[in-house]
């Protein structure tokens, strides 16, 4: 069975204090893994896709990572304003477009 | 581009009752997608079609029904809320094409069933 599992459920971090977030999947061969954040009451928004293992991509304090396993989304000096909830979903070769998401990180940057 | 957007926001229905969910998008897109979010459970795919006039079930579809009769909309119904249908409900979509591709979501539709 395709699942997705995020970790830590929640991480609170003072401001400039960097960390990463984990996404551990297994799926019957790996179409896309997929980053999103989510902000309270609003929808999920497109962040990144990573299609094979080793592949990195960046966004400003934000880097993902991916393994043949797991990917990482690096946060780097946080501010307040990236506080939200980090989504990680995948797309399996056999699974037509549907998505299967993890339940989030919700992260907390305090200054 | 207004990208997906969601009608309505908000709504309350008594057990029994029924109610339709409009999605629209302007991007063009060929596929489109209709989420559940509930606390600790994440995104749960409801239903979903690839193209004008057809529509596919996802993870949990029991309870709901779909249709698509033009490209850019995609509407979900509920013949009989109940209250296990407390959602908040969410559309996406995304283009066709080789590879994989990113979905763009709607700002969601917050439903109580009482």
């Known amino acids: 069975e395709d699942q997705v599992t995020q970790s830590p459920e929640a991480l609170r971090l003072q401001e400039g204090e960097s960390s990463s977030l984990n996404c551990s999947y297994t799926?019957?061969?790996?179409?896309?893994l997929f980053w999103y954040r989510q902000d309270p009451g609003k929808g999920p928004e497109f962040l990144f896709t990573?299609?094979?293992a080793g592949e990195e991509k960046e966004k400003e304090r934000l880097k993902a990572t991916l393994t043949k396993k797991e990917s990482f989304l690096h946060i780097t000096a946080p501010k307040p304003e990236d506080s939200a909830t980090y989504l990680c979903?995948?797309?399996?070769?056999?699974?037509?477009?549907?998505?299967?998401f993890g339940k989030g990180t919700t992260l907390s940057v305090s200054s | 581009n207004a990208g997906v957007t969601q009608t309505p926001k908000f709504r309350v229905l008594k057990t029994g009752q029924s109610m339709t969910l409009l999605c629209a998008q302007d991007?063009?897109?060929?596929?489109m997608y209709w989420y559940r979010q509930d606390p600790g459970m994440g995104l749960r795919l409801i239903h979903y079609?690839?193209?004008?006039?057809?529509?596919a079930k996802g993870e949990v579809p029991d309870g709901y029904n779909v249709s698509r009769l033009k490209k850019q909309n995609f509407l979900l119904g509920l013949e009989s809320a109940a209250p296990s249908q407390t959602s908040v409900y969410f559309c996406?979509?995304?283009?066709?094409?080789?590879?994989?591709?990113?979905?763009?979501f709607g700002p969601g539709t917050r439903l109580t069933v009482t």
């Open positions: 996406a979509s995304s283009p066709r094409g080789q590879g994989s591709h990113e979905q763009y």
């Open positions: 799926v019957s061969g790996l179409r896309g």
């Open positions: 990573l299609y094979s």
């Open positions: 079609s690839v193209g004008e006039g057809t529509t």
């Open positions: 991007m063009n897109h060929e596929y």
């Open positions: 979903a995948v797309q399996a070769n056999q699974a037509g477009t549907a998505l299967i």
